[in-house]
Nanobody
Framework: QVQLVESGGGLVQAGGSLRLSCAASGSIFSINAMGWYRQAPGKQRELVAGISSGGSTNYADSVKGRFTISRDNAKNTAYLEMNSLKAEDTAVYYC????????????????WGQGTQVTVSS
C-alpha cells in the first residue's frame, strides 16, 4: 500500500514563509512526477507546482518567483518552499505523485495526500 503524507502547513502572516513536505511511503517501485495542488474555499483545485523525476519544474503563474518545488528521491519526498506569502495563497495544499507500486503490474497510479491547511493573514 502506498501513502502520501503532507506536513508543514500552518498560519503565517502575509510576507512570511512556509515549507511543505510530502513523504511517500509503502511498497514503491518508482516515483515519476510529483506535484502540489491547492484548493481554496469555493474554488476548484489548481496545480501550484510540479516536478518530474528528472527535476524539471513548472509553476502556476500566480506563484512564479515566490514558490520553489524540489524533491529528494532518496527519501521519496517532495518539498514546496513558499515565500512572500499572500492572503490569496490561503488554501488546503495537496501533494500528488504518480507512482509505480511494487508487486503490481507495470502501471503507474496517481496518489494523493490528505492535505495540509495553509492560512495567510493579511
Amino acid at each position: 500500500q502506498v501513502q502520501l503524507v503532507e506536513s508543514g502547513g500552518g498560519l503565517v502572516q502575509a510576507g512570511g514563509s512556509l515549507r511543505l513536505s510530502c513523504a511517500a511511503s509503502g511498497s514503491i517501485f518508482s516515483i515519476n512526477a510529483m506535484g502540489w495542488y491547492r484548493q481554496a474555499p469555493g474554488k476548484q483545485r489548481e496545480l501550484v507546482a510540479g516536478i518530474s523525476s528528472g527535476g524539471s519544474t513548472n509553476y502556476a503563474d500566480s506563484v512564479k518567483g515566490r514558490f520553489t518545488i524540489s524533491r529528494d528521491n532518496a527519501k521519496n519526498t517532495a518539498y514546496l518552499e513558499m515565500n512572500s506569502l499572500k492572503a490569496e495563497d490561503t488554501a488546503v495544499y495537496y501533494c500528488s505523485a504518480r507512482i509505480r507500486p511494487r508487486f503490481v503490474s507495470r502501471s503507474e497510479y496517481d496518489y494523493w495526500g490528505q492535505g495540509t491547511q495553509v492560512t495567510v493573514s493579511s
